[in-house]
């Protein structure tokens, strides 16, 4: 069983950088999609980050030179590394894997797997 649980969020200035940890604590770590999403109040969940089956990358356009998403396969750990922050960057971050289709996705109806969430605050 996936059991993702995501750390490494907290209140920032802007500017600031952050780092976010899911770690698969299910330790199966089998899927290839994987994504960072987050939401903030009254908006839709949204990707930010995710990986592809040939082990590329895709950003959200807002996210894009600023954010980096990375795997530790060894530690069953995907990262986000989140530098020079705004404002409009706060919201909660989830962590998500797609273990029942072949190609990855932006949707967020595609991820079958959510972990509990992390908020990230970034304050001017």
């Known amino acids: 069983q996936v059991v993702l649980l995501e750390s490494g969020g907290g209140s920032v200035q802007v500017g600031g950088s952050l780092r976010l940890s899911c770690r698969d604590a299910g330790y199966r770590y089998v899927s290839s999609c994987m994504g960072w999403f987050r939401q903030a109040p009254g908006k839709e969940r949204e990707k930010v980050a995710r990986?592809?089956?040939?082990?590329?990358?895709t950003y959200a356009d807002s996210v894009k030179g600023r954010f980096t998403i990375s795997k530790d396969s060894a530690k069953s750990t995907l990262y986000l590394q989140m530098n020079s922050l705004k404002p409009e960057d706060s919201a909660m971050y989830y962590c998500a894997a797609d273990t029942a289709h072949l190609t990855c996705s932006d949707y967020v109806d595609r991820y079958n797997i959510w972990g509990q969430g992390t908020q990230v605050t970034v304050s001017s």
């Open positions: 990986t592809n089956t040939d082990g590329s990358v």
